[in-house]
């Protein structure tokens, strides 16, 4: 049993591997696949909420965290045009900037929003 369990995951880091590649049925599919699940879902599902309210301990705490190592700001603009210079502010100045526009969550009230946000 052991073996087929070891093989079985050889195969699907294969499979993976060879499906997430750049091109039209890889990177290029997945993305179409995940924004159109995304389009299609419903904005609020009632089953959904319990496992919302189930995060926030967590996201308290990681944001605990997160706000040791670098200087937490949240602010009312989109501070930031890319990734890379989110990434550049953090590892050069220890600041990481949170934006408090768009807050609003069907579950999360603002401020759990913003610190899942961090």
């Not at 319990?50 to 706000?67: G, L, Q, R, T």
């Not at 890379?84 to 969550?105: F, G, M």
């Given at each position: 049993?052991?073996?087929?369990?070891?093989?079985w995951?050889?195969?699907?880091?294969?499979?993976?591997?060879?499906?997430?590649?750049?091109?039209?049925n890889?990177?290029?599919?997945?993305?179409?696949?995940?924004?159109?699940?995304?389009?299609?879902?419903?904005?609020?599902?009632?089953?959904?909420?319990?496992?919302?309210?189930a995060?926030?301990?967590?996201?308290?705490?990681?944001?605990?965290?997160?706000?040791?190592?670098?200087?937490?700001q949240?602010?009312?603009?989109h501070?930031?045009?890319?990734?890379?210079?989110?990434?550049?502010?953090?590892?050069?100045?220890?600041?990481?900037?949170?934006?408090?526009?768009?807050?609003?969550?069907?579950?999360?009230?603002?401020?759990?929003?913003?610190?899942?946000?961090?």
């Amino acid at each position: 049993m052991k073996e087929i369990l070891t093989e079985w995951r050889k195969f699907v880091a294969l499979n993976e591997a060879l499906v997430l590649k750049p091109g039209p049925n890889g990177w290029d599919k997945y993305c179409q696949l995940v924004a159109e699940a995304y389009a299609a879902a419903p904005e609020y599902e009632d089953t959904a909420v319990a496992s919302f309210e189930a995060m926030i301990p967590f996201v308290n705490n990681m944001f605990d965290k997160i706000s040791k190592r670098v200087d937490v700001q949240f602010v009312d603009e989109h501070p930031y045009e890319t990734a890379d210079e989110l990434r550049q502010d953090v590892n050069q100045n220890k600041v990481l900037k949170i934006s408090t526009l768009d807050s609003d969550h069907m579950v999360f009230d603002p401020e759990t929003n913003q610190k899942f946000r961090a």
